[in-house]
């Protein structure tokens, strides 16, 4: 690609992951959520993926720590949701007060995990198809 | 009232590309158009006239009930749109494979190879 | 032009504007017995100021983890059906098969 695209997508990458970074730990309290900050992470990896090529991307992230972190965070989500009816999230609410960061139960927890889980899968399905 | 007429059309836009165009592509094209059409539906039918967002905020605590929006459409649409994502990632990936293997994306000529 | 799929259209239309008719009129907010339970109980049971992310999270957490497992189902799929070594050692096109 072009000098120009390659140095803006490059300059411009930090800056993509800490907007989703912010969307999936201010979720709660605004909007966003887990979804749009993974796809804003995802769209931020489909830049690099476009400028340069595939393999000078993969080195920031692999294929097979894209698929540990996957199922990290899903065996995270199984276990926090399975245990949402319990008396976990009793004492956590317990110890919130609302408009605060820390607030909303598990839903920060959740957001995290559900946007790694969003960005693996989105990032995954670009690799494969654009390595064909 | 325009905004039902608006999405109707969206729907027909859809269902017309999926089922006459031949082009796998503008097929899975038309699968996109049609259900963004009805997540257009269902998010407009949860609106309130004059309604603000569904984020409860230090400013509109006390009238906040009275004002915001429907929030089970935008969060059962919210869902809806991350599985039309893989439906569309999925569907992509069986139209590459279709062109390696048959060497075309028309759906005619798909149907006169066999094997 | 296949003219059945055209008459199937063309039904599918008019069925779609006469049902605009019945629909609750744009901006009414009428019958929403759910909706105003969520907008008055769900930030003193969940705490979350976002009322969307408490629904997805929260009341629906099952829906979102099934959804999760389709998105991580999608992703499998893609990166299974897309592999094109093992389709030149086994497809058609591949001038070495027998």
């Known amino acids: 690609m072009d000098l120009i695209i390659k140095t803006v997508s490059r300059i411009l990458f930090p800056f993509i992951l800490l907007l989703g970074t912010y969307m999936a730990f201010h979720g709660h309290l605004s909007p966003g959520g887990a979804f749009p900050a993974g796809v804003i992470i995802a769209t931020g990896f489909a830049l690099l993926i476009i400028s340069y090529r595939e393999g000078d991307v993969e080195h920031r992230l692999t294929k097979d720590e894209l698929i540990d972190l996957k199922s990290v965070s899903g065996i995270i989500l199984i276990i926090l949701i399975l245990s949402l009816g319990h008396h976990i999230r009793d004492e956590v609410l317990a110890t919130q007060n609302i408009f605060s960061l820390w607030s909303g139960g598990l839903t920060p927890v959740f957001n995290i995990a559900g946007m790694f889980m969003v960005v693996t899968a989105i990032v995954v399905i670009l690799y494969t198809i654009v390595r064909e | 009232m325009f905004v039902y007429i608006t999405v109707m059309l969206l729907a027909l836009v859809g269902i017309y590309a999926l089922l006459l165009k031949e082009n796998l592509i503008k097929k899975i094209i038309g699968l996109a158009i049609f259900s963004n059409s009805i997540h257009l539906f269902l998010i407009s039918l949860g609106y309130r006239k004059g309604g603000i967002a569904a984020i409860m905020q230090k400013a509109n605590v006390g009238y906040f009930s009275l004002a915001a929006v429907d929030p089970l459409p935008q969060a059962m649409v919210l869902t809806s749109i991350v599985i039309n994502l893989s439906v569309t990632a999925v569907a992509l990936s069986l139209a590459i494979h279709t062109y390696r293997k048959f060497g075309t994306l028309d759906s005619k000529k798909i149907r006169g190879l066999n094997g | 032009m296949n003219w059945f799929r055209a008459y199937v259209i063309g039904v599918l239309g008019i069925l779609l504007f006469v049902s605009v008719l019945y629909l609750p009129g ?49 992703a499998m799929g893609v990166f299974l059906i897309i592999r094109k070594k093992e389709y030149h050692k086994y497809g058609l096109n591949n001038k070495n098969r027998k």
């Open chain 3, 26 to 74: 744009f901006g009414s907010f009428q019958n929403k017995d759910v909706a105003n339970y969520y907008l008055q109980n769900a930030w003193k049971e969940t705490g979350s100021a976002n009322i969307i992310n408490s629904i997805v999270w929260d009341y629906r957490g099952y829906d979102t983890l099934g959804e999760e497992t389709v998105l991580f189902a999608a």
